[in-house]
């Protein structure tokens, strides 16, 4: 549904827009395709109706645009999921909103409406010793780092993937997100050990892995073994071979050495600001989902 041809002109530049503004907001790369696509089906279905402008969208238009989703095939085949849903949704929303802030609307079509939140399944959260396992699989300085990265600083895989060497301060324990969810920076406090796994990693090994001297070579911090700023799909697999090389039967994701490390120091007695502050939350809200988590406190040294 990517390449639906859209013909109408105001349609066409309100895409444009739309993904410059989530550019300059900072959304990722993933986001700033993704969105627009899921607008662009709608308005290319608004085109199908006779409607050729924002002043034609209803509430209505709106609704009859998720029934439809509900029962759009997907690409790969079946229905679309609930979250694939949500994520249209979210496009919509996102794009009224936009558009009512700058002006255009004088009555926002999405203001009113509520839709059903699609229910996910319940986060994993690795138990102190599942951590410990991982860190203890680590074959490399490296490796060890790149726990320090997702689990002990909580970055998110983006966040990880953008980061340079200026943005970490030894001296003072600090890593700085300079562009995390939604365009947003935090200063993380790193603790002793998080701090020199990074450092080992940096002054002992990084240098071993730089083949080449492109300038993103030169400035990232977490290096693969072509020399190149590691992505999160090498994270990712990086992160699946400790998991089995620890006897860990089922898979995990980088999202969930970020959902432990909140739900252990909640656990640990931190206050849920300082968690939201730690993670870069907007909203207080979304900090709060891990207080809800079965309590596992945090406990002994990481081998």
């Known amino acids: 549904m990517k390449h639906l041809p859209i013909y109408n002109k105001e349609y066409s530049g309100l895409l444009l ?4 503004y989530l550019e300059r907001t900072g959304y990722n790369k993933g986001s700033c395709e993704a969105l627009p696509s899921c607008l662009r089906e709608f308005f290319y279905r608004m085109e199908g109706l006779g409607i050729h402008g924002l002043d034609g969208i209803t509430p209505g238009h709106i609704l009859e645009h998720w029934e439809y989703l509900k029962r759009r095939p997907s690409q790969r085949g079946g229905a679309l999921s609930e979250s694939q849903i949500n994520h249209h949704l979210y496009a919509l929303k996102t ?23 699609p229910e996910h399944p319940p986060r994993k959260v690795l138990s102190t010793e599942e951590i410990k396992a991982l860190y203890c699989a680590c074959e490399t300085l490296r490796d060890r780092a790149m726990l320090s990265l997702f689990y002990g600083c909580g970055l998110r895989r983006s966040e990880a993937e953008k980061l340079d060497i200026a943005d970490i301060h030894f001296k003072g324990q600090l890593l700085y997100v300079r562009s995390g969810k939604g365009g947003k920076r935090r200063a993380v406090p790193m603790g002793v050990q998080v701090a020199q796994d990074l450092k080992d990693y940096y002054l002992q090994e990084r240098e071993s892995y730089r083949n080449g001297a492109t300038a993103d070579s030169l400035k990232a911090f977490m290096l693969n073994n072509h020399g190149n700023r590691m992505s999160g799909d090498s994270f990712w697999r990086r992160l699946g071979y400790l998991a089995e090389q620890a006897g860990f039967t089922d898979r995990i ?37 891990y207080a809800k988590i079965s309590k596992q406190y945090l406990n002994g040294q990481i081998c």
């Open 95 to 117: 794009f009224m909103n936009f558009r009512e802030a700058v002006g255009d609307l004088e009555s926002n079509p999405f203001g009113a409406l509520a839709f059903p939140k």
């Open 253 to 289: 994701g980088l999202h969930c050495l970020r959902h432990s490390i909140a739900t252990h120091l909640l656990e640990g007695g931190l206050g849920i600001e300082q968690v939201r502050d730690f993670l870069g939350h907007r909203h207080l809200e979304t900090t709060q989902i």
């Open 17 to 20: 827009d739309f993904r410059l």
